[in-house]
């Protein structure tokens, strides 16, 4: 359920997406009803890089974890993300794109890259530049606890 996962409340936010279903692209609408990596890691593993951004003008509120191997390589991914369906879906994205790739190759990752995968609307392209903030955020923590 996904109030459960996000602390939010499922049926105003399914009610909102059904009422501008035509406004959101279906890969908004997957990202938001099957999202992938939801959850987190330990932020004292050492192996673990946080990134806690948020958006003060509409509330969104994104937690991004990376574990990253020895090699430099993220293994996994985890979110956690209190907003709206395109910032779920923002995040969930971010975290698919980020496994498989090294820290370098993920720190390339741009909101316009995100936005444009989801076909966000131009009134949501403040979600996309979350997802990317807590991606750079996660490195920025991954390096600071790796030196």
């Given at each position: 359920?996904?109030?459960?996962?996000?602390?939010i409340?499922?049926?105003a936010i399914t009610k909102c997406i059904k009422q501008h279903a035509l406004a959101y692209h279906k890969n908004v609408i997957d990202h938001y009803e099957n999202p992938r990596n939801v959850g987190s890691f330990d932020k004292k593993d050492m192996s673990v890089g946080?990134?806690?951004?948020?958006?003060?003008a509409c509330g969104d509120v994104m937690k991004l974890q990376i574990k990253?191997?020895?090699n430099g390589k993220i293994i996994d991914a985890k979110f956690k993300t209190f907003g709206?369906?395109?910032?779920?879906?923002?995040?969930?994205?971010?975290t698919e794109w980020v496994k498989g790739k090294t820290i370098d190759e993920a720190a390339k990752?741009?909101?316009?890259d995100i936005a444009k995968e989801l076909k966000l609307?131009?009134?949501?392209?403040?979600?996309?530049?979350?997802?990317?903030?807590?991606?750079?955020?996660?490195?920025?923590?991954?390096?600071?606890?790796?030196?």
């Amino acid at each position: 359920m996904i109030s459960s996962r996000f602390g939010i409340c499922q049926s105003a936010i399914t009610k909102c997406i059904k009422q501008h279903a035509l406004a959101y692209h279906k890969n908004v609408i997957d990202h938001y009803e099957n999202p992938r990596n939801v959850g987190s890691f330990d932020k004292k593993d050492m192996s673990v890089g946080t990134g806690l951004v948020g958006a003060p003008a509409c509330g969104d509120v994104m937690k991004l974890q990376i574990k990253v191997d020895e090699n430099g390589k993220i293994i996994d991914a985890k979110f956690k993300t209190f907003g709206c369906g395109s910032a779920i879906a923002s995040s969930s994205l971010a975290t698919e794109w980020v496994k498989g790739k090294t820290i370098d190759e993920a720190a390339k990752i741009k909101n316009s890259d995100i936005a444009k995968e989801l076909k966000l609307p131009p009134v949501k392209l403040h979600c996309s530049m979350l997802a990317e903030d807590a991606i750079q955020a996660a490195i920025k923590d991954y390096k600071k606890k790796s030196t």
